[in-house]
């Protein structure tokens, strides 16, 4: 598509249930990245993944928190158990090649835990 | 010492105005700079890559200053439209994050009529 593809975009679940966000990359973008950000705060990397590379996890915050990409399409974050603290805007970006470009966003997927 | 620093603001400043703001990183082999602008419950979109000799784009300019590490943005004739978060994002090669763009926290700009 021509844009980064982010759904759903508003997520309200109750606390301990699981839930999926799903992110649509720019066709072509081997690049893909998960951040999280919090009300007011700034971004909070998660989660990269690079052409079929193994992803570089080092920024998930919990055990809960799980991420999958099939080859350089879809990929979706999984967030099991979740907690209030969990509650923020999760937004995915994706690139030409790591490192080498600026990213584009998508519009993110607003978690509401209740 | 944080990766990237920037002044949260906020910056308030009257239409018509010219505005600049600093950022500095810490990681002296950093490669790339951007900027990013972003708007209030909105994802961060890409305002202007920063090149070595400086450049600019309409009303606004970017300067790299290597040796002391830190870019700036300045904004000429200000818009009411340019009230937003201006992230500062630097690209580094080693170090600089796992991701390899570090953003910064953002400065908050606001344009008053």
């Known amino acids: 598509g021509a844009g980064v593809s982010q759904s759903p975009s508003n997520k309200v679940t109750e606390k301990g249930k699981d839930v999926e966000l799903r992110c649509d990359p720019i066709s072509g973008h081997t690049a893909l990245y998960w951040y999280r950000q919090r009300l007011g705060q700034g971004l909070e990397f998660l989660i990269y993944?690079?052409?079929?590379?193994?992803?570089?996890k080092s920024g998930l915050p919990s055990d809960r928190f799980s991420a999958e990409r099939t080859g350089e399409s879809v990929s979706t974050l999984t967030i099991q158990r979740t907690q209030q603290e969990d509650s923020a805007v999760y937004l995915c970006?994706?690139?030409?090649?790591?490192?080498?470009?600026?990213?584009?966003f998508g519009s993110g997927t607003r978690l509401t835990v209740v | 010492r944080k990766e990237v620093e920037q002044d949260p603001g906020p910056f308030n400043v009257p239409e018509g105005a010219t505005v600049a703001f600093n950022c500095t990183y810490s990681?002296?082999?950093?490669?790339?700079f951007f900027w990013y602008r972003q708007d209030c419950r909105k994802e961060p979109k890409l305002l202007m890559s920063?090149?070595?000799s400086g450049n600019e784009d309409g009303r606004f300019t970017a300067q790299l200053n290597r040796a002391s590490q830190y870019i700036s943005l300045l904004i000429r004739d200000s818009k009411l439209s340019d009230s937003a978060t201006y992230l500062c994002v630097v690209n580094s090669y080693s170090g600089g994050g796992a991701d390899g763009l570090t953003f910064g926290k953002g400065t908050h700009l606001i344009i008053q009529p």
């Open positions: 993944f690079q052409g079929n590379s193994a992803p570089d």
């Open positions: 990681n002296s082999a950093s490669q790339s």
């Open positions: 920063v090149y070595s």
């Open positions: 970006a994706s690139s030409l090649a790591h490192r080498s470009y600026g990213y584009t």
